[in-house]
């Protein structure tokens, strides 16, 4: 947990009731799963355990996120707004958030289309931003000894090349994950082409990060399509 190193517990701003409010975001996506409030108490709670813990209001006293239910929140890290009245609690949630068995407290199952209680699956596409956060800060500062700034030195010949072998990568691996399971293998392991597909989403952002191509372009194509 890193929640310990990034939240300096002295500088929350605790309101005349000696409460914070804190929002709790899934890690993967971004998610606000839900928001509840806290007294030092919690904060130091929380802090030391990794687990989000929060002050009831009604009952006045401290409570653990999933104590009952097993649907605990596990502190990725945390920060404060700039006014310090605020923390902002990423987790990632051993289950349902809400108590009505919605993945997050701002879920409406009939909007949704889900039958009620079914939690919204996600993919963890949020955590590309890490990942490309990375990869930007490569192509900045440029340190020695780095994959990724080998590959930016060298021009768009590299990255680009690198791309289309991952791309045959990828199809010889999916073909043999095909053929394990038109045989019903037992032994079909999707591992080789998780790994061949992350190879190529990497050398993917790096190409742009070559070309000074943002991401977010990419997607607002796609956005672009599908709304269309």
């Not at 005349?16 to 606000?32: K, N």
């Not at 900045?140 to 080998?150: D, E, H, M, Q």
């Amino acid at each position: 947990m890193t929640a310990s190193r990034s939240l300096d517990p002295f500088a929350v701003r605790y309101g005349e009731t000696g409460l914070v409010a804190a929002v709790c975001q899934d890690t993967t996506d971004g998610r606000v799963l839900m928001v509840a409030w806290q007294d030092a108490e919690a904060v130091d709670a929380t802090l030391s355990t990794g687990e989000m813990h929060f002050h009831s209001r009604s009952r006045g006293q401290l409570w653990r996120k999933g104590e009952t239910s097993g649907n605990v929140l596990r502190v990725v890290s945390a920060s404060l707004d700039c006014d310090g009245d605020a923390v902002l609690w990423s987790v990632s949630p051993m289950g349902p958030a809400c108590h009505t068995g919605t993945r997050s407290c701002f879920d409406d199952d009939a909007d949704a289309g889900r039958a009620p209680g079914a939690p919204t699956p996600t993919q963890g596409f949020g955590w590309l931003e890490t990942l490309w956060s990375t990869i930007d800060d490569r192509a900045r500062l440029r340190p020695s000894g780095s994959y990724t700034t080998r590959l930016l030195d060298a021009g768009v010949d590299l990255p680009a090349r690198k791309v289309a072998e991952e791309a045959v990568e990828v199809l010889m691996a999916a073909k043999d994950d095909a053929v394990a399971q038109a045989m019903d293998d037992p032994r079909r392991d999707q591992g080789p082409l998780a790994g061949e597909m992350g190879d190529l989403l990497y050398h993917l952002l790096v190409l742009c990060a070559e070309r000074g191509l943002p991401p977010s372009n990419v997607v607002e194509v796609l956005r672009a399509r599908h709304s269309g």
